[in-house]
């Protein structure tokens, strides 16, 4: 981890009276790191051992930056071709070769692109990101509505707790018609389909609306019963998610004050920036962890969901068994169990997970993106230091170069 070296041995700062119980500013930064307060001493450890800001904390926060952003960037935009291919794997019900691992895309990649034009792995991108700024606008107004809080933390009382994943739930209800057409959108073969104008999913979303309780077109589901196991998918990954995402950063605090115990007391940094570091960190592993445990766990319940959401709508999506034809999707479940029930017996149990090795090739590519940007800024930062800083050593830049993958 980043900047981690330099915590090792925090000592306490002089002057502080050891009767006291504890000493607020220092003891809240501690305790947020390490997770329990700092030890109380009657030794007299010697002269508090001061030390400004080093570069090598502020490259450290530029690692953290930047990998933030490339994280962001390749979850909504550089992994859509990925997300295009399982997608079309999922709800392809008579797919022979079920694509579990990823060699078996590649040769099909191949002759879509020797058939089709680039953009083939590209379609339905802006609606995809036009339905997530829409769930996230839908929370916004919600929150500002009711008052019902659009984060929560760990003082949070239950009241709120459960506000907000109501304000959750009702914001994924609101957004699955929205949903739906995007879904189309991204699985239909472009030769076998006109292409949708950028506006499109807001036309096919509200007819989904519109015909709530009576679809027009023949096996169509209505949209009623697809919002509540929609809504029940969405809740239960993002519950995972914080669920995990705070295991993670207790293991992470545990590893971090059980190495600080074995080294050095001298080699130590308290400042404040690079305790924010740590923080952050600590948070971004969490997050890119808990976020690849997510989509691997609930990738066979998305299946069944996707299956629900396309059935009736008529698509003609490209055959992935070949690359070079097309197919059309002709389903008839009665609901998620139904489908559930149909594709154990049909399909067998990897029917669910049909696709997913387009899954191991996208988070294989996002992994990849973090490693890359974090060597790329490791070493940018290495070179704009000054050259008589003390911390301009090969140590620091391979300790840069193993942020996440300690």
């Given at each position: ?69 490339a ?26 070769n ?27 991108i ?7 700024g829409?769930n ?27 506000q ?26 472009d030769?076998a ?70 080294n ?17 960190d ?14 691997i ?6 299946t ?39 594709t ?12 997913f090795g ?49």
């Amino acid at each position: 981890m980043a900047g981690f070296g330099d915590y090792s041995g925090y000592n306490r700062p002089f002057g502080l009276d050891p009767n006291r119980e504890s000493n607020d500013l220092y003891d809240t930064r501690y305790q947020q790191i390490y997770g329990y307060h700092t030890p109380l001493t009657e030794e007299y450890q010697g002269p508090p051992l001061v030390m400004d800001d080093t570069p090598d904390e502020e490259s450290n926060a530029y690692v953290t930056t930047a990998i933030s952003v490339a994280s962001l960037i390749t979850e909504n935009l550089l992994s859509h071709p990925f997300i295009v291919l399982r997608r079309q794997c999922q709800v392809h019900n008579s797919l022979r070769n079920y694509h579990i691992v990823p060699y078996t895309l590649l040769p099909v990649v191949v002759r879509l692109h020797k058939r089709q034009d680039f953009t083939t792995l590209w379609k339905g991108i802006g609606s995809t990101c036009i339905v997530k700024g829409l769930n996230l606008a839908v929370e916004d107004v919600l929150s500002k509505g009711t008052g019902w809080p659009k984060e929560i933390g760990k003082c949070s009382s239950v009241l709120q707790f459960l506000q907000h994943i109501t304000l959750k739930c009702i914001s994924i209800a609101v957004v699955t018609p929205f949903y739906s057409a995007s879904l189309v959108e991204t699985v239909q073969s472009d030769i076998a389909s006109d292409k949708p104008a950028l506006l499109d999913v807001f036309r096919e979303g509200f007819v989904r609306i519109l015909e709530w309780g009576t679809p027009s077109r023949g096996r169509m589901l209505p949209i009623w019963a697809i919002v509540l196991p929609t809504a029940a998918l969405g809740i239960s990954k993002y519950l995972a998610h914080v669920l995990l995402r705070s295991v993670t950063v207790r293991i992470l605090r545990f590893q971090y004050r059980h190495r600080r115990e074995l080294n050095d007391s001298y080699s130590v940094n308290n400042s404040k920036n690079a305790q924010n570091s740590l923080i952050e960190d600590m948070n971004l592993k969490a997050n890119i962890f808990s976020f690849i445990s997510m989509e691997i766990l609930f990738y066979p319940v998305e299946t069944i969901i996707h299956r629900l959401h396309i059935q009736g709508t008529r698509t003609i999506i490209d055959n992935l068994d070949t690359g070079t034809s097309v197919t059309p999707i002709l389903t008839g479940y009665q609901g998620f169990m139904d489908c559930y029930n149909t594709t154990i017996s049909k399909e067998g149990f990897g029917g669910l997970y049909k696709g997913f090795g387009a899954l191991v090739l996208q988070l294989a590519a996002h992994l990849a993106i973090i490693k890359l940007t974090t060597l790329v800024v490791s070493e940018m930062s290495n070179l704009l230091k000054p050259a008589n800083s003390p911390n301009n050593s090969e140590d620091s830049v391979h300790s840069h170069q193993k942020y996440l993958f300690n």
